[in-house]
Every structure is written in structure tokens, then in C-alpha cells.
């Protein structure tokens, strides 16, 4: 699987509504798009964040669909953003939710890693930290995504409701902690948002 995300901050006033056609006209162009395997949307209203995560089948669909929708794309999150990031992602660990919407929580944590020792933290990963995490409670879904050429992982995971997020903080950071020791990642940013939309598309 693979993924494109779209990073951007803007002014909090603007959020819902760019929310709201990214949720709606956003998610029915990515649906018609070959290779779509699903969308998650967040936010955080508060300090004015905006995050999409699209899922493909193979980094071609995830291509394809990056050029045809580059204009429309812009046109809806212009009104909102005054900074924007886009990033490509393989994702070979993923466990993912079942479709979640308003009330339910995301959490993101990007990391630095050497080239070198991707494999190594995606082992890891999916031997000790993915087992450990499917245990907290009110965990929902998550995916552990790496850029191999630039040396970045990210982890999202979703959880049920915001409550469950936050009951979730020490856990998870016991967790976090043994996997940067074990795959000597460095922790770079860690954030949390509100879900607006997370569904995957199942496969035939």
C-alpha cells in the first residue's frame, strides 16, 4: 500500500468549511480515482491544522492520481491554506480501522531514520510495537508509514473516541520508547487531531 498525505495550517476561521468540501467533493474525486484504497481526514481547529491521508494500491494509481486532480485539489484547500506539505509514503504495516468520523481521535508521530535501518524499525514495529498497541483500549487502527529515499517514518493511529486518545498517552509512550530504542529512530514532531473522516475501501 502506499500513501500521499497533505499537511496544511492556515487560519482556524476557514477550517470547517475547506473540511467540509474535502470531506464530501474531496473524497467522491478520490473514490473515482483507479487504485483508491481510502481517505483519512483531520483537523485540529484550534490551532488551524489540516491533515489528508489517501491510500493506493500501487505507487502508479497514487501517481495518476496526484496529476489529475492537482488543479481541483488546489481549488479546495486554497481557502484554507497558507502553508502546505506533500508527502509520498509506502506503508508496509498497516492495520486499519473501520470507517470512523466526528469524536473519534488521531494521533501522528514522525521520525527521523537512517536509510539503512528502515527495515530494521519496520520489523520491529511489526513484531514488538503493533502487538503491544493493538492492546490498548479504544486503539481503532494503525499504520506505520517510511520514505526509504529521505529516511522519515510516521506512525498514525486511530482511536475510537478522543477520550480513548487521551487515556492512551502513557501507554503508547511506553511503546514508543522501546521501538526508538530497539530501531534507532529519533522522534520528531508528535500531534494530535480530530477525525472528520477515516474509511478504508475494502478489497474485492
Known amino acids: 500500500m502506499y500513501v500521499r498525505s497533505i499537511y496544511a495550517t492556515g487560519d482556524p476561521a476557514t477550517l470547517d468549511g475547506v473540511a467540509e468540501a474535502l ?10 480515482q483507479p487504485g483508491y ?23 502508479a494509481s497514487r501517481q495518476a492520481s496526484f496529476e489529475s486532480l492537482g488543479k481541483r485539489r488546489d481549488e479546495l484547500i486554497s481557502p484554507f491554506a497558507r502553508t502546505l506539505a506533500i508527502d509520498n509514503w509506502e506503508a508496509p504495516v498497516a492495520r486499519r480501522a473501520e470507517d470512523l468520523g466526528p469524536g473519534a ?5 514522525r521520525m527521523d531514520v537512517e536509510p539503512g535501518d528502515i527495515d530494521l524499525l519496520v520489523q520491529t514495529f ?3 510495537s503493533l502487538p503491544k498497541a493493538q492492546q490498548v483500549p479504544g486503539m481503532s487502527g494503525i499504520s506505520l508509514l517510511v520514505d526509504r529515499e529521505r529516511g522519515r517514518a510516521a506512525v498514525g493511529s486511530l482511536y475510537t473516541d478522543r477520550e480513548a486518545l487521551a487515556a492512551s498517552r502513557g501507554a503508547v509512550a511506553a511503546i514508543r520508547g522501546e521501538t526508538t530504542e530497539k530501531a534507532r529512530v529519533i ?13 478504508a475501501v475494502p478489497h474485492a
Open 126 to 128: 511489526r513484531d514488538t
Open 105 to 109: 481521535g488521531f494521533r501522528l508521530v
Open 187 to 199: 522522534t520528531r514532531s508528535l500531534e494530535e487531531f480530530e477525525v472528520v473522516l477515516a474509511t
Open 23 to 32: 470531506r464530501t467533493e474531496g473524497r467522491e474525486l478520490l473514490s473515482a
Open 37 to 59: 484504497r481510502g481517505m483519512g481526514l483531520f483537523v485540529d481547529r484550534e490551532v488551524g491544522k489540516l491533515l489528508v491521508g489517501s491510500w493506493w494500491e500501487d505507487e
